[in-house]
Antibody, heavy 126, light 108 residues
Framework: QEELVESGGGAVQPGGSLRLSCAAS????????MDWVRQAPGKGLEWLAFIRYDGTKKYYADSVKGRFTISRDNSKNTLFLQMNSLRAEDTAVYYC???????????????????WGKGTTVIVSS | SSELTQDPAVSVALGQTVRITCQGDSLRTLYATWYQQKPGQAPLLVIY???NRPSGIPDRFSGSNSRNTASLTITGAQAEDEGDYYC???????????FGGGTKLTVL
């Protein structure tokens, strides 16, 4: 079945960096746009970034633009999120999510995310 | 504005009908997408597009739009429907996705 498994979370000091990975299985990863979404403790969902199925288009939320970079390796069925200049407010569970529709012509992210990983926890604290 | 506004909490008696709403300017032209999240779990897609349910989502869940407000209706709420519900949509000007603040549903 379709599955996403995040890894790479952990504790880091403010100003530090982490690289999250999301391993995909059970579907043709290279055909789907992918997103990162996070959830701070006790808070709601926050969309962070989108990458088109072929990696040619990326979008970022204002809160992470310039600090976070989304990328993908379609040969390894893996999505990444490079997080730099981390702040306390980046503390959250980070989810990767797959778009519902394959090979979407449009460049922009779709709000339809039908497969989610279980999340990986990032704690930014001194 | 790209914001989506949801009521923080809603309750419903077991077996009754409940409507969860989401307001925002983007909803005048785009449909809302709805997710259910239970404690300690990842979000689950329940409604997308005009009123589409992914495989496995019970038909008691339905979606609708009117002007700038989207609604998720649960007809005959069950105990297992308790959880947080989030709407989301795309801001047309920025192409960013936006989530509503979430609504905590309690089934009494």
């Amino acid at each position: 079945q379709e599955e996403l498994v995040e890894s790479g979370g952990g504790a880091v000091q403010p100003g530090g960096s982490l690289r999250l990975s999301c391993a995909a299985s059970g579907f043709s990863f290279s055909n789907y746009g992918m997103d990162w979404v996070r959830q701070a403790p006790g808070k709601g969902l926050e969309w962070l970034a989108f990458i088109r199925y072929d990696g040619t288009k990326k979008y970022y939320a204002d809160s992470v633009k310039g600090r976070f970079t989304i990328s993908r390796d379609n040969s390894k069925n893996t999505l990444f999120l490079q997080m730099n200049s981390l702040r306390a407010e980046d503390t959250a569970v980070y989810y990767c999510a797959k778009e519902l529709d394959s090979l979407r012509f449009f460049d922009w992210p779709s709000p339809h995310m039908d497969v989610w990983g279980k999340g990986t926890t990032v704690i930014v604290s001194s | 504005s790209s914001e989506l506004t949801q009521d923080p909490a809603v309750s419903v008696a077991l077996g009754q009908t409940v409507r969860i709403t989401c307001q925002g300017d983007s909803l005048r032209t785009l449909y809302a997408t709805w997710y259910q999240q239970k404690p300690g779990q990842a979000p689950l897609l329940v409604i997308y597009g005009k009123n589409n349910r992914p495989s496995g989502i019970p038909d008691r869940f339905s979606g609708s739009n009117s002007r700038n407000t989207a609604s998720l209706t649960i007809t005959g709420a069950q105990a297992e429907d308790e959880g947080d519900y989030y709407c989301n949509s795309r801001d047309i000007s920025s192409n960013h996705l936006v989530f509503g603040g979430g609504t905590k549903l309690t089934v009494l």
